[in-house]
């Protein structure tokens, strides 16, 4: 079984390369802009500046124009993260007080060759609207009083984009999947909410959607957000319609690059950059043994390659892999479940894999690894996993470790996807390597560390892979 030598395990900085890539599953592709951070958690309390965190090619954003038809709506900022969609809504009531707030979500992004919606709502707000979600609440009670947004969520049963009020009830209000705060006067005047809605509970919603936001005031509306200049028709001015926000794919996924294990690496020259997770352990790290993991996450296969050094005294017996596949984090980006091994600064891992990269002679051997999924308390050490599937599955196909030209040696790992349990399209992975079951690797690592006069290893945060 997997032991952890008693050492010192302390925090440091790592050199990590492209720390964010990953597979977006939906969409066409685009040639990727730059690979996403580690999520942003917003706290909604009325103070706006968390949202400065945000980085700007993972925001979106939208301005309505001055010359707007509806003057109320100003501003919308959409940040989704793994866990949360946050949403940063600015309004004017100069002329009418804000009462009721709509959220339209085309969800399941069903779109025809030119890019036309097929289902859905197609909602005239927007040009090209296929709304299977609306989130219906108040912004004011019927006092007039400003209240917490606590929307019913709606599912469209209507025909196909057609209009009307077609919307069947899915999620009560009141459910608790949303946190907002109440409306703060800006110095320009204006209104402003944030708001966060917890992923998981928007139904069918898929890694990238739509959403356009409506304003009413007496159920009569009074903004679209995003929106165009006013245009004229027959003489008459009117709303002037766009298309409604694209969230999440701004950068869509290159087709998925299939990795051969036979122990030629060159097909990792395949995988785009921005796909990739990269982890590289500094020369001064406590332990030696680790060099390099890539992590190419694909749509059918997560992919691992992982460099070491090891030598006759100390070679590399036995690799595991730490992945925390529920991906559960507090609001301030803390596990909260899986074995929390201090080798990481942030570890929750859910599933392990623990195998052999040589034989009982010591002859170089593939790695076959029995599966397991923790069961013990959470973010406790020890050894409280329980078997899922045994060694000699099928689930991986793997290379023996090759000697390449540095000295150095390698493997490559190859797993079917979807036999890992409740891998999400995200997830977090650290890797152990072990000699006669002693500790003798972490990738991700940091500098080695001296505390009270006793060096120990740098730990950082693991590998974060998907978007």
């Given at each position: 079984?997997?032991?952890?030598?008693?050492?010192?395990?302390?925090?440091?900085?790592?050199?990590?390369?492209?720390?964010?890539?990953?597979?977006?599953?939906?969409?066409?592709?685009?040639?990727?802009?730059?690979?996403?951070g580690p999520e942003t958690f917003i706290t909604v309390d009325g103070d706006f500046s968390d949202w400065d965190a945000i980085p700007a090619d993972e925001l979106v954003t939208a301005t309505v124009p001055?010359?707007?038809?509806?003057?109320?709506?100003?501003?919308?900022?959409?940040?989704?993260?793994?866990?949360?969609?946050?949403?940063?809504?600015?309004?004017?009531?100069?002329?009418?007080?804000?009462?009721?707030?709509?959220?339209?979500?085309?969800?399941?992004?069903?779109?025809?060759?030119?890019?036309?919606?097929?289902?859905?709502?197609?909602?005239?707000?927007?040009?090209?609207?296929?709304?299977?979600?609306?989130?219906?609440?108040?912004?004011?009670?019927?006092?007039?009083?400003?209240?917490?947004?606590?929307?019913?969520?709606?599912?469209?049963?209507?025909?196909?984009?057609?209009?009307?009020?077609?919307?069947?009830?899915?999620?009560?209000?009141?459910?608790?999947?949303?946190?907002?705060?109440?409306?703060?006067?800006?110095?320009?005047?204006?209104?402003?909410?944030?708001?966060?809605?917890?992923?998981?509970?928007?139904?069918?919603?898929?890694?990238?959607?739509?959403?356009?936001?409506?304003?009413?005031?007496?159920?009569?509306?009074?903004?679209?957000?995003?929106?165009?200049?006013?245009?004229?028709?027959?003489?008459?001015?009117?709303?002037?319609?766009?298309?409604?926000?694209?969230?999440?794919?701004?950068?869509?996924?290159?087709?998925?690059?299939?990795?051969?294990?036979?122990?030629?690496?060159?097909?990792?020259?395949?995988?785009?950059?921005?796909?990739?997770?990269?982890?590289?352990?500094?020369d001064d790290a406590y332990y030696k043994a680790g060099k390099v993991a890539k992590v190419y996450a694909g749509e059918t296969y997560v992919n691992f390659y992982v460099e070491y050094e090891d030598s006759?005294?100390?070679?590399?017996?036995?690799?595991?892999?730490?992945?925390?596949?529920?991906?559960?984090?507090?609001?301030?980006?803390?596990?909260?479940?899986?074995?929390?091994?201090?080798?990481?600064?942030?570890?929750?891992?859910?599933?392990?894999?623990?195998?052999?990269?040589?034989?009982?002679?010591?002859?170089?051997?593939?790695?076959?690894?029995?599966?397991?999924?923790?069961?013990?308390?959470?973010?406790?050490?020890?050894?409280?996993?329980?078997?899922?599937?045994?060694?000699?599955?099928?689930?991986?196909?793997?290379?023996?470790?090759?000697?390449?030209?540095?000295?150095?040696?390698?493997?490559?790992?190859?797993?079917?996807?979807?036999?890992?349990?409740?891998?999400?399209?995200?997830?977090?992975?650290?890797?152990?390597?072990?000699?006669?079951?002693?500790?003798?690797?972490?990738?991700?690592?940091?500098?080695?560390?001296?505390?009270?006069?006793?060096?120990?290893?740098?730990?950082?945060?693991?590998?974060?892979?998907?978007?």
């Open positions: 079984m997997a032991l952890m030598l008693a050492l010192p395990l302390f925090a440091a900085g790592c050199i990590i390369d492209d720390p964010e890539p990953g597979p977006n599953l939906s969409g066409d592709w685009t040639e990727p802009e730059e690979p996403a001055d010359d707007a038809f509806y003057s109320a709506g100003r501003r919308l900022k959409v940040y989704a993260g793994a866990t949360y969609i946050n949403i940063y809504l600015e309004y004017s009531e100069a002329e009418q007080p804000v009462q009721i707030m709509h959220l339209y979500l085309d969800s399941d992004m069903a779109f025809d060759g030119e890019g036309r919606p097929t289902t859905g709502m197609g909602n005239a707000a927007w040009t090209n609207d296929g709304a299977d979600i609306l989130f219906e609440g108040m912004l004011r009670d019927d006092t007039g009083a400003p209240t917490a947004y606590a929307p019913t969520i709606f599912t469209w049963s209507g025909e196909p984009l057609s209009g009307g009020w077609d919307w069947t009830e899915a999620v009560a209000a009141g459910a608790g999947i949303c946190s907002n705060c109440e409306p703060v006067e800006l110095p320009n005047g204006n209104m402003a909410i944030e708001m966060t809605i917890a992923r998981s509970a928007v139904p069918g919603l898929g890694q990238s959607f739509r959403l356009g936001v409506g304003l009413q005031y007496d159920w009569n509306d009074i903004a679209y957000l995003p929106a165009g200049s006013a245009v004229e028709e027959n003489g008459e001015p009117k709303h002037g319609a766009v298309e409604n926000l694209l969230i999440g794919a701004k950068s869509g996924p290159a087709p998925e690059v299939l990795i051969t294990a036979d122990g030629d690496f060159s097909d990792w020259e395949k995988v785009p950059a921005s796909e990739m997770t990269v982890a590289t352990v500094p006759a005294e100390q070679p590399v017996q036995i690799m595991h892999l730490y992945l925390d596949s529920d991906m559960a984090f507090d609001g301030e980006g803390r596990p909260t479940t899986g074995m929390g091994n201090a080798a990481w600064t942030n570890d929750g891992a859910d599933i392990l894999f623990e195998g052999m990269v040589v034989d009982d002679a010591g002859a170089p051997a593939a790695y076959d690894p029995t599966i397991f999924n923790w069961t013990g308390e959470n973010l406790s050490g020890g050894w409280d996993w329980t078997e899922l599937l045994a060694a000699g599955s099928g689930v991986c196909s793997a290379s023996k470790p090759v000697e390449l030209e540095n000295g150095r040696k390698a493997v490559e790992v190859v797993v079917v996807r979807s036999s890992i349990p409740n891998l999400g399209s995200r997830f977090r992975v650290g890797i152990g390597l072990q000699y006669d079951w002693n500790d003798i690797a972490y990738i991700p690592a940091g500098s080695a560390v001296e505390e009270n006069g006793v060096v120990g290893h740098g730990a950082v945060e693991n590998m974060l892979v998907g978007r």
